[in-house]
């Protein structure tokens, strides 16, 4: 049960292409939204959409791989852990941000070549 106290699992599709960023000469990360929907019926019994919007941190060689096969609309499941984090803005106002840390990524539908 230890491994399973910070886990998310998420299917959904891409809102943009992957904004890659490279550090020194060796580490690169890759920020992802991701676009999960939901359907449910309300009270009244009428069907309800639902999207909600992750933000996503891949790392090293899921940022490579994120950057060479993922694109905006991509379909794909991932795993990974959930992190909250504080800043201050530059208006001086703390604000909090919440991220999935991708520690697996699955490309769900057949990738298209880059244009």
């Given amino acids: 049960m230890k491994a399973i106290k910070n886990k998310v699992q998420l299917i959904g599709h891409l809102g943009a292409a992957p904004e890659i960023k490279i550090f020194d000469t060796d580490k690169k990360v890759a920020n992802l939204s991701i676009a999960v929907n939901d359907r449910f019926k309300n009270a009244k019994g009428e069907w309800v959409d639902e999207t909600q919007w992750f933000n996503l941190v891949a790392w090293s ?55």
């Fill in 61 to 115: 060689k899921l940022a490579q791989y994120a950057e060479q096969y993922l694109l905006k609309g991509s379909e794909i499941a991932i795993e990974g852990r959930i992190v909250n984090k504080s800043y201050t803005d530059k208006n001086e106002i703390k604000r909090t941000t919440t991220e999935i840390i991708i520690s697996e990524i699955l490309l769900l539908n057949k990738a298209k070549d880059k244009v």
